[in-house]
C-alpha cells in the first residue's frame, strides 16, 4: 500500500502546487508589465493644478461658445472615451473635456468622490483656465453631479446635456457598486489575464488602434486604483445626496436617453419628467447603448447646436 499512498501525495502535492505557481507567475509577469504599461502611456491634454495635484484636461477648438465634458463612473480615459464627440463638436465650439482625479491622466486623491468635491474641483479647473460660461455636458452618473454643480454655479451656466445621464432615485440607485476584492484583483494580476482573453472592448467604434491601445493602458491602471473605487463605493450615497434635487428652472436641459432602455424601469420617464421641471426642457431618445457619444456623436452635436441656437434668440 505504500507505494499508492505515495503516488496519491504526490498527485495531492501537484495539484495544490500548480495553481500557486501560475498564481505567481501571473503576479511577476503583472509587476513587469505595469511598468511596461506606465512607460507606454502618452501625455495629452493639459495638466491643471487642483488642491496641489494635477488634474488633466483636453482643451480644443476655438468657439464662441464653450462646451464642458464630464465622463461617466469608471471611464478611465475620459478625453480619449470622448473623442467621438469632441471631433464632431470641436469644430463650431471650445471643447473642454476634464478628466476627473484618478481617471486619464489626473493624479488620484484622498479627497472622497462626492458630488460637492468633484464639483468644487472641476470649476477650480475651469477658473484656472480663464472660463466662466459655459456649457455643461455630461455622461451617466455626471448628471448626479451636475445638479450639485448646478446648485452652486447655476450663473455660469448655459445649459447642461445629459448623455444617458442619471436622474435623482432612480431605481437601484441605492445599491452598492461591488467593489470588495477588486483591487486585490488587480495587484494579483488576474484582472490584467482576465482583459487579455476577453477581447477588443472597442471594436467596430470610431478609434484608431492607438487610441484605443491607450484607452486600454490607462483603464489597467485607473479602474481598481483607489479614487476610482471610492467613486463607486460612494455611489449610494451619492445618489442619496440629491434626492428629490431638480435643476435650476431658469436653467435650459437638452437630454439624449436610449430609447427603449430596459435596464432601469422607467428611464425615459424619468428624464421626461427632469425636463419638465425646468423653463426649456427637451429630451431626445436615440438607438444604442449607454455610451451614446460612441455611436451618436453626429446627432448629438447637430441637436446640441440646434438646442443652443433656439437659446441664443430667446
Known amino acids: 500500500m505504500r507505494k499508492p499512498l505515495k503516488i496519491t501525495l504526490l498527485t495531492i502535492g501537484v495539484v495544490v502546487a500548480l495553481p500557486v505557481l501560475v498564481l505567481a507567475t501571473i503576479c511577476v509577469v503583472n509587476v513587469v508589465a505595469t511598468k511596461s504599461d506606465l512607460a507606454a502611456i502618452a501625455p495629452y491634454g ?48 471650445r471643447v473642454i473635456a476634464v478628466e476627473p482625479f484618478g481617471t486619464g491622466l489626473s493624479d488620484q486623491t484622498d479627497t472622497p ?36 454643480y448646478s446648485k452652486t454655479y447655476a450663473n455660469e451656466l448655459i445649459a447642461f446635456v445629459g448623455i444617458d445621464s442619471s436622474v435623482p432615485d432612480q431605481p437601484g440607485s441605492d445599491q452598492p457598486v461591488p467593489t470588495d476584492g477588486l483591487a486585490e484583483l488587480r495587484e494579483l494580476g488576474i484582472l490584467r489575464v482576465l482583459a487579455s482573453v476577453s477581447g477588443d472592448a472597442y471594436a467596430g467604434l470610431p478609434y484608431d488602434e492607438q487610441t484605443k491601445d491607450q484607452m486600454r493602458l490607462l483603464t489597467t491602471k485607473n479602474s481598481t486604483a483607489p479614487t476610482m473605487l471610492d467613486e463607486m463605493k460612494q455611489v449610494p450615497a451619492n445618489f442619496a445626496s440629491v434626492s428629490g434635487a431638480t435643476f435650476p428652472a431658469s436653467l435650459p436641459v437638452l ?59 430667446r
Open 46 to 93: 493639459e495638466l491643471v493644478p487642483v488642491d496641489d495635484k494635477q488634474m488633466n484636461v483636453l482643451d480644443s477648438g476655438g468657439g464662441a461658445q464653450t462646451i464642458v465634458l464630464l465622463p461617466g463612473l469608471g471611464t478611465a480615459a475620459p478625453a480619449l472615451d470622448f473623442q467621438p464627440l469632441i471631433a464632431e463638436l470641436d469644430g463650431t465650439y
Open 113 to 148: 468622490r462626492t458630488p460637492a468635491n468633484i464639483a468644487r474641483e472641476v470649476h477650480e479647473v475651469l477658473q484656472y483656465l480663464g472660463v466662466d460660461r459655459y456649457v455643461l455636458m455630461g455622461h451617466s452618473i455626471s448628471g448626479i453631479y451636475a445638479l450639485e
Open 255 to 313: 437630454l439624449f436617453v436610449v430609447k427603449d432602455d430596459t435596464d432601469v424601469a422607467g428611464w425615459a420617464e424619468l428624464h421626461a419628467r427632469q425636463a419638465a421641471s425646468v423653463e426649456r426642457g427637451t429630451v431626445i431618445a436615440l438607438g444604442g447603448d449607454h455610451y451614446l457619444h460612441h455611436t451618436r456623436s453626429a446627432e448629438i452635436a447637430r441637436d446640441t447646436a440646434t438646442f443652443l441656437q433656439t437659446l441664443s434668440v
